[in-house]
């Protein structure tokens, strides 16, 4: 694996920037303006899937940004949970659904992998 110096430059937070995006513009239907709870966690939970990528990355050994890499995947499992939750509700349209199903999948088995990634190199 090359050399990374910025967190900007890892995949997993570019897909977790691009995922944060599609959940503001699902959350932003008429539907959940009105439940502002259910808003602002899905979002708050969103954006905590890039920070917590950012920020572990800025750690200064492989221990600390895998800890931060395990806060980045329970928030991105809280939000797929809130998804399911939204689809539930009706707040989430079916083909809307699947798409963004497949993204937090992704980004969790990316998550998963560089946590393994940095555990090898830990040992």
């Known amino acids: 694996m090359a050399t990374i ?3 900007e430059d890892l995949e997993v937070w570019k897909d977790a ?7 503001y513009q699902i ?3 008429e539907e959940l ?4 709870a259910f808003k602002d966690q899905i979002r708050r939970a969103s ?3 890039m920070n917590n990528i950012a ?19 329970a928030s991105n499992l809280e939000v797929k949970s809130m998804l399911c939750l939204g689809f539930d ?4 349209a079916e083909s809307k659904m699947d798409a963004v199903i497949k993204q ?3 980004l969790h088995y990316q998550l998963l992998a560089l946590i393994k990634y940095l555990r090898s190199k830990s040992n």
């Not at 303006?33 to 502002?36: E, M, N």
């Not at 200064?60 to 890499?69: A, G, V």
């Not at 509700?89 to 989430?92: A, G, P, Q, S, T």
């Open 5 to 7: 110096k910025r967190f």
């Open 89 to 92: 509700l009706e707040y989430i």
């Open 55 to 73: 920020e572990g990355f800025g750690r200064y050994s492989n221990k600390e940004f895998r800890r931060f890499l395990d806060i980045a995947t």
């Open 27 to 29: 959350t932003a239907n």
């Open 104 to 106: 937090n999948e992704k």
């Open 47 to 49: 954006i905590s899937i």
């Open 17 to 23: 920037r691009d995922f944060t995006k599609v959940i």
């Open 33 to 36: 303006k009105r439940d502002f």
